[in-house]
């Protein structure tokens, strides 16, 4: 409402002045995420809430696009990035995203729950899951086993951009990891089933939702969602005899940070009950560290992949360009 005279108006001024002034004092922590993390039904809400309870001060979540968006925009930032934590990388970019010297160690020590060692003293993984095929049993009551499967029915399929998507670049290493020398004949061979592949997960996810494809590249854990969230038990994710390629995702503090404690803080945070137990019913993901009261019901019915493929980030850093190539060149026939 505008204030009908300029008297009114200094009045209110005069009135505001001392709580600005202290707004001003407040601390603000920037966190660069991706997009579906900070939207509303993501766990960004939920965790801002939560850490601001504890931290005295505000944080600013920022969606920058999907998850290999950000270490684009870091790469383009520099050392003039404004934000002070990065959350939403994962280990096919977490080597690249060292080589460019803008991540402090987070100094955080804690007793994460995952199916490989860690040690990273750049990168603090806050949650987990494996890449699937995403399918509605009621639609697709038989779906392919593996990607040879795949190549040889007549489905269609969404995927992701690996050069602006983590799930794209992880579907990527997920072939690699599979067939090696044989990953450009895969490439080939699926190239025909791609109606489209999206920027990110959420606009391909969405088209899968509106029966614009057969199966959708996702997570293991996404049924849950549909599970807990909407009663619907009629997707799922398809098993592949191949195995299933691991994501651990994980946020770093950036050297460049003007509040590095406070950094260091949230990093902390992530580690806790408080954080961890937001992960699985809003990022629907297996949290780093598993809550007290353990996993929502409904986890237990996810698939459970007899073989979980993953490259070393080195590793995955190495092979990233050809890998790409190979992509690239199959999509272009």
């Known amino acids: 409402m505008r204030y009908p005279t300029l008297a009114a108006g200094l009045l209110a001024a005069t009135a505001t002045a001392a709580p600005m002034a202290t707004q001003a004092q ?109 399918h509605d049993r009621e639609r697709l009551p038989n779906p392919p086993s593996s990607f040879r499967e795949l190549i040889d029915s007549d489905l269609s399929i969404v995927i992701q951009d690996p050069r602006s998507s983590t799930p794209g670049l992880g579907l990527l290493m997920w072939v690699e990891a599979a067939y090696g020398e044989q990953a450009a004949e895969i490439w080939a061979g699926l190239a025909p089933r791609i109606l489209t592949v999206t920027s990110g997960w959420s606009e391909a996810y969405g088209l899968f939702l509106e029966g614009e494809a057969d199966m959708v590249l996702s997570y293991t854990t996404s049924p849950a969602y549909h599970l807990i969230a909407e009663d619907d038990a009629s997707k799922a994710a398809a098993p592949f005899d191949e195995g299933h390629y691991l994501q651990i995702e994980v946020a770093g503090v950036l050297a460049s940070s003007e509040q590095p404690d406070l950094a260091r803080q949230f990093m902390e945070f992530m580690t806790s ?36 493929l993953l490259f070393p980030d080195a590793e995955a850093a190495a092979i990233r360009n050809a890998a790409l190539d190979r992509w690239l060149n199959a999509l272009a026939q």
């Not at 509303?40 to 850490?51: I, L, N």
């Not at 460019?100 to 060692?117: N, Q």
């Not at 137990?277 to 986890?299: C, K, Q, R």
Request: aromatic share 12%.
């Open 26 to 134: 407040t601390p603000e922590l920037l966190v660069y995420t991706y997009d579906s993390f900070v939207s509303d039904w993501g766990p960004g809400p939920a965790v801002t809430e939560a850490f601001e309870a504890v931290c005295d001060c505000r944080l600013n979540m920022v969606g920058v696009g999907d998850g290999a968006a950000l270490l684009a925009r870091l790469q383009l930032e520099g050392d003039r990035a404004a934000a002070d934590v990065v959350l939403g990388l994962d280990t096919n970019l977490t080597a690249r995203a060292a080589a460019t010297g803008l991540f402090a160690p987070h100094g955080v020590e804690a007793a994460l729950d995952l199916p490989v060692a860690w040690e990273d003293p750049l990168f603090l993984p806050f949650d987990w899951g494996w890449f699937a095929f995403v």
């Open 273 to 308: 009950e408080a954080f961890q137990s937001i992960i699985p019913t809003t990022n629907w993901m297996y949290p780093a560290v598993t809550p007290e009261a353990g996993l929502p019901d409904g986890f237990e019915t996810l698939h459970q992949p007899d073989t979980s």
